[in-house]
């Protein structure tokens, strides 16, 4: 079998490596792919002469090549229509088509429909512009809110607002996000702790895999603004069974029905980002496709073939397969361009020093985003220049291999960013 992945990132990159450990696959390919994508399996090759954008060129490519399946992992194309335009063309794609993809990108449809029905989410009101939603925040108490854009914003249209001051500012900036700030939700700030949890989903079944926990937050001690992810623990201890199961019955079961009920049977990965409060789980939010870093903890602990797991998510009998998981932890960090979420353009193209050491470290997978390699020199092209996972049988070990990983790389100018305190939660509950 040929396949295609849509993507330049982490995400894609271990979506890549797990397509191409199936012994029903041959070849894989990467549009475009980065400077790593190649770097673990002889399998994958990276186009990188086509942008993620241009869907005609991918659609050529498919067929001129005579792929078997595509793999559309990111939001943009998700919301865009790629997966209906394959099934068009008859060429079979996995992902959401556009109207179950809402679920991500119209915030305003998606607590829309969990209040429809009666998913567990926090208070919020609806706008369209600034004065009205600045005059309900003059009428309510003083207290934390989120206002968020309803379009896609990168990871970024979240603003937290301390108070009341803080919140019309953040109202203000909505301006700042187009078309996806157009309309824009107000919601309590919920305390707690927040989880990940993924379920491959097949229109009428689904199966979870691992629970993770993402740092989103470009600096220790979840401080500063948010990012596309810092770094991830994968096998984290942050549900516990009971818990899984209350977000089976009171979620994932609502969820799936609803999306039946509004036929847009749902097929794809279902990301729900949670939170635990003391009034129990609550939903912070629904994506339609892996996350970004957690894929790159994730996917590498899925023991069963991808491919017959897909041949299941065809047939609409993921309920007929057992999928196994190994056991171990795996806690990967973000190494960024210094000045990441913000302006990094003179640590753009410099260049990056230790990726060959890694390679022979054992309990490390090696993932890239923003990298380029140009003969054997490889140059930073974005915010987040590479994922480096370690893994343990335990979250010390897993940590201790990360981090002893990527201390060995070094970018020119001093320009390598990480955060030094993945996984401090499930350290803290080890130590319990």
């Known amino acids: 079998m040929k396949i295609v992945i849509i993507g330049s990132g982490g995400r894609e990159h271990a979506l890549a490596d797990i397509y191409a450990r199936s012994k029903k696959v041959n070849k894989v390919f990467v549009i475009p792919g980065n400077g790593l994508t190649e770097i673990n399996n002889k399998k994958i ?15 050529k490519f498919c067929k001129k090549e005579k792929v078997n399946h595509v793999d559309v ?9 790629y997966i209906d335009r394959f099934k068009k063309e008859k060429i079979y794609a996995f992902g959401p088509t556009k109207d179950m993809a809402e679920i991500e990108w119209s915030k305003k449809w998606a607590r829309d429909f969990m209040q429809k029905y009666k998913l567990p989410i926090p208070k919020f009101k609806i706008f369209n512009n600034q004065k009205d939603s600045i005059k309900y925040v003059n009428s309510i108490p003083e207290q934390t809110l989120y206002v968020k854009a309803s379009g896609l914003a990168a990871g970024k249209g ?15 900036s909505m301006k700042d996000f187009g078309n996806a700030g157009e309309t824009f939700l107000i919601e309590e700030c919920m305390t707690g702790e927040e989880f990940s949890l993924f379920a491959i ?6 199966v979870i895999t691992k629970i993770a926990q993402d740092h989103k937050t470009v600096f220790n001690a979840d401080k500063g603004p948010n990012t596309g992810g810092m770094g991830c623990v994968a096998g984290a201890a942050v549900l516990n069974s009971k818990q899984i199961k209350v977000i089976e019955n009171k979620i994932l079961k609502p969820f799936m029905k609803g999306m039946q009920n509004e036929k847009r049977p749902y097929t794809g990965i279902l990301y729900l980002g949670g939170m635990v409060t003391k ?7 629904f994506n339609a496709r892996w996350g970004d870093p957690e894929a790159q903890v994730i996917l590498p602990g899925i023991k069963t073939d991808y491919m017959t797991i897909m041949d299941f998510v065809k047939k609409q009998r993921l309920n007929k397969l057992k999928i196994d998981f190994d056991k171990k932890i795996r806690v ?6 210094r000045g990441y979420p913000g302006d990094y353009s003179n640590i753009k193209d410099k260049q990056i020093f230790g990726i060959e050491d890694l390679k022979k470290e054992k309990n490390i997978l090696i993932f890239g985003a923003g990298i380029k390699k140009e003969t054997k020199k490889f140059t930073a092209n974005g915010g987040r220049i590479l994922h480096i996972v370690g893994e343990g049988k335990n979250i010390l070990e897993a ?16 320009g390598l960013h990480y955060r030094t305190d993945i996984g401090w939660r499930d350290v803290a509950r080890f130590y319990k």
């Open 73 to 81: 992992a990111a939001d943009d194309q998700l919301a865009n229509g």
């Open 399 to 414: 940590r201790k291999n990360a981090y002893k990983a990527i201390a060995m790389l070094y970018v020119e100018d001093n």
């Open 201 to 206: 989903c097949d229109g009428k079944n689904y």
């Open 45 to 59: 090759k990276t186009v990188p002469k086509i942008g993620v954008l241009n869907i005609e060129e991918i659609i």
């Open 158 to 172: 979240a603003i937290r607002a301390e108070n009341k001051k803080e919140a019309i500012v953040a109202i203000e």
């Open 279 to 285: 009034k129990g789980v609550r939903i912070v939010e």
């Open 332 to 337: 990967s960090i973000s190494g960024c361009c």
